[in-house]
């Protein structure tokens, strides 16, 4: 089994401060949520950032403000900006992540439409998919395949082969928004990745740490982190993401996982360096 990869999702667009005060606005905010899970294994920042007020923005150059402040503080760290955005936005303004320097080498790529909750829905036709495929391919960004569903890994299968991804992918499964946070969901999706794929699984909510102990014994990588729950434990808010992933990691070296570094996550990954 490879060593594990951690991935800390330090912000996301819907949690505020109201939910927890730690959750990161501020450019310095974002670095200092971005290096404690760094110091705590984390090899790669999953970022959405906001405005001062907490507002979710892709605005490249709060995005350029936020990655080159992650950087000062975390120099080998793998950032990977989000393409999904917030529910509503549109497809030109959710791209606007990635138009910053360095190019990056990793970003997310939401594979269909999904109930994101009550009565909003994360709209991903196939043509935005495509799209934003496309522009990846161009540009040698790296995609994570985020599948809320097992469906959405058929339709990036569809996609592959019209030879819009490169190999070899990397999916990242998000249990509990669409589908149920069980074990036996999870499986079901890892069961159905094509050869050679790697993955990821999170899992929002209070099934967490579950989805992140299931995720490191069946040989995938994990995400934990403010966007995907707040709680260190029942009831306890988390301090910092370094607290959650420092979580992650305790739990992995009990089962025997080593952690990767930031370096050993780009040759699992096969992701190019910038
Ligand atoms: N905030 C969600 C609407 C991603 O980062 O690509 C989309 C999301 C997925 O979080
Ligand atoms: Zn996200």
Redesign the pocket.
Known sequence: MSKLIIAA?IC???VMKEHNPAVPYTVQEVAREAKSAYDAGAAVI?L?VREDDGT?TQRHGRFQECVSAILEVCPDVIIQP??????GMSDLERLDSTNITPVPEFV???CGTCN?GYDEI?VNTEKTIENFARLMQEKGMKPEL?CFDKGMLDIAMKVYKKGLLDDPLHFDF?LGVQMAATVRDLSFCVESLPPGATWTGCAIGKDAFKIAAASIVMGGHVRVGF?DNLYIEKGVLAKSNGELVDKAAKIAKLLGRQIATPDEAREILHIRKR
């Open positions: 999702a996301g667009a819907e999953h959405h979710p989000s393409t999904g955005g917030a529910v997310t790529l939401d994101f994360f985020e998000v966007e």
